[in-house]
Every structure is written in structure tokens, then in C-alpha cells.
């Protein structure tokens, strides 16, 4: 089976639930992830953790019970089954382990959501349960179209910076389901002892279409806020919430990749704006959260189309 994951043709001999599938085309696949009886043993290993190992090209990643996968060079994701969920080993391969394809690749890898916003894209990062896939759903049910949903990745062409669609479901809590009404559109479980379900969205944006990147808002929670605040970032701190954001923040640092994503956010600062999105992490304020958000891409022009 072949995805589009970022703008990189994927094949894979499991199904990937988090994508949509797609045509190879003339050139085959950039990506190629297979299953394995054994992963070879790594050289020159740098760094180690507790079910973990790095080296300058390889990153090893077991998780006890479910899969043990080796992701090398920015072009392979090979990996071992140990229990028998395909959908739990699928998951974690589609997220931590194209996560780490895509550092290796040199990518600026956000943990976000994003959707279309006129001619743009705009991301919304945070970590696990900071609202960033619930606020993409709601702002699809609005008309947005989705680009994409638990990570982002962001790549300098012909000096902007882009980000390619790739036709990602939605990955949604059940309250989230229950409070967007979107129980029509809800597909498998993201893992089967998760209440966790991936949802195909209203619209998505074309897999092939790279968009520029023109706003990215760091989630913050205050349950003292009476208002949501939009809180505009200087480089220095653009930069920290970029690389705090970043998409398993550790393998940035590991990898030595500060300096890749001061640069970056050096870049975006020039076409996009970098802000703190402040509010209540809570469904009863979501409408208010949005309705700020569509007040400040019309008054910045942000929601225009060419």
C-alpha cells in the first residue's frame, strides 16, 4: 500500500489508518517500511534509553509487547511484530517512527494540526491532549479544510516555507467526537484499547498541494483566562515555542537540530505569524476560541484567497 506522508511517497506492507492511500507514480516510493524476522544491530550508537538507541543515521524504538522498529537514513522503517495488533504496531509506526524518518530527513517536524486559511497554512502545536486536533476538527466543520493532523512537517522551497498535505485522517477523543457531531465520519480505534478513533474529515485539502505556511499558534492552557488570547512572539521566543514544539522534542535535541529550527523559525518570522493561542481547555469555550481566530484572519487579511 502507498501513502502520501508529507510530501514523501510511502509504501508499506501494513495498513496505516492515519493516511489516506494514494498512487506511487513514475518515480516509486521515497519511503519504504517492512516488516522483518530480525533488525540488525546498529553501529556507532550515540545515544541510549531504556527501550531506545540513536546513531548518526539510525534510530531503534522498541515498545514491549507491540513492535520493535529500526528507522534508518531518512528512507526505511523496518520492523519486528511482537504482539498481534497490526493497529497498535501501525500506530506507533505512523507517528514516533515517520516522526523520526522525518528528522533524519532534516525536516522541521512540528507536533500540530493545520488547516487552510485562504492561500495558507495555519498550525495550531501543542503536546498530547492540548486540544491542537480538536480545535483542526472544529475549525473543518467551519469550512477550513484539513491539511494535516498530529504532526507537520516543515520544508524551505524556493525560499518559503511549505507545508505539503497528505490527506491525514483526524485522530479524536470520543468527547471530541461527541461534542463536533461528527459520529457519521468516525472510522477504527486508533489503537483497540484507546477511546481514541480516527475520523475522515469534511474536507481536506488536495494530497499534492504544498501550501505556505502563514500563522503557527502555541497552545497554552489558563483556567484563570476569562478570554482566549492570541499573544503575538518575538524570534527568540518564536524559537522556543517552535523547538518546544517540536515532534518528539528529544530527537531534535540528540540530533543536534537547534540550530535547524532557530533558522527555520527565522524564516517563517518573515511570512507567517508566531503566536501563543491562550484559553480555557475547555468544549464550552471552543466557539469563542474560533471566533477569535476568524476575527483576526479577516481584520490581518490572513483569510483571503488569490
Not at 524518518?101 to 494540526?113: M, P, Y
Not at 520544508?155 to 471530541?176: I, P, Y
Request: charged share 20%; proline share 5%.
Amino acid at each position: 500500500m502507498n501513502y502520501l506522508v508529507c510530501g514523501h511517497i510511502v509504501a508499506s506492507d501494513l495498513v496505516l489508518a492515519a493516511f489516506t492511500p494514494t498512487l506511487a507514480g513514475d518515480a516509486g516510493p521515497e519511503v519504504v517500511i517492512t516488516r522483518v524476522d530480525s533488525l540488525p544491530t546498529m553501529a556507532d550508537v550515540q545515544e541510549t534509553g531504556p527501550n531506545w538507541m540513536l546513531s548518526a543515521h539510525q534510530y531503534r524504538l522498541r515498545v514491549p509487547g507491540i513492535v520493535d522498529m529500526l528507522v534508518s537514513h531518512g528512507r526505511t522503517i523496518d520492523y519486528v511484530m511482537l504482539g498481534e495488533s497490526d493497529a497498535d504496531a501501525a500506530a506507533f509506526i505512523a507517528s514516533t517512527g515517520m516522526g523520526a524518518l522525518l528528522h533524519q530527513r532534516e525536516d522541521v517536524v512540528l507536533h500540530a494540526s493545520a488547516v487552510r486559511v485562504g492561500a495558507g497554512a495555519v498550525l495550531f502545536c501543542g503536546p498530547s491532549g492540548a486540544g491542537k486536533s480538536t480545535i483542526g476538527a472544529a475549525l473543518v466543520e467551519r469550512g477550513y479544510p484539513l491539511v494535516n493532523d498530529d504532526f507537520c512537517a516543515l520544508r524551505e522551497t524556493s525560499g518559503r516555507v511549505m507545508l505539503f498535505a497528505d490527506g491525514r485522517q483526524h485522530k479524536l477523543w470520543q468527547e471530541a467526537v461527541d461534542q463536533l457531531a461528527v459520529d457519521a465520519r468516525v472510522g477504527a480505534a486508533v489503537r483497540p484499547e484507546l477511546n481514541k478513533f480516527y475520523v475522515t474529515p469534511k474536507q481536506s485539502v488536495a494530497q499534492e498541494t504544498p501550501l505556505p505556511v502563514t500563522a503557527i499558534y502555541a497552545l497554552k492552557e489558563d483556567r484563570r483566562t476569562a478570554q482566549p488570547a492570541i499573544i503575538p512572539l518575538n524570534l527568540v521566543d518564536a524559537a522556543r515555542a517552535v523547538r518546544r514544539n517540536a515532534y518528539r522534542p528529544m530527537l531534535t535535541r540528540l540530533m543536534g537540530q537547534q540550530q535547524l529550527y532557530f533558522q527555520m523559525t527565522a524564516k517563517l518570522l518573515a511570512q507567517a505569524v508566531v503566536a501563543d493561542l491562550v484559553r480555557r481547555l475547555d468544549f464550552a469555550d471552543l466557539p469563542t476560541v474560533i471566533d477569535l481566530l476568524e476575527r483576526q484572519w479577516r481584520e490581518s487579511g490572513l483569510d483571503r484567497t488569490p
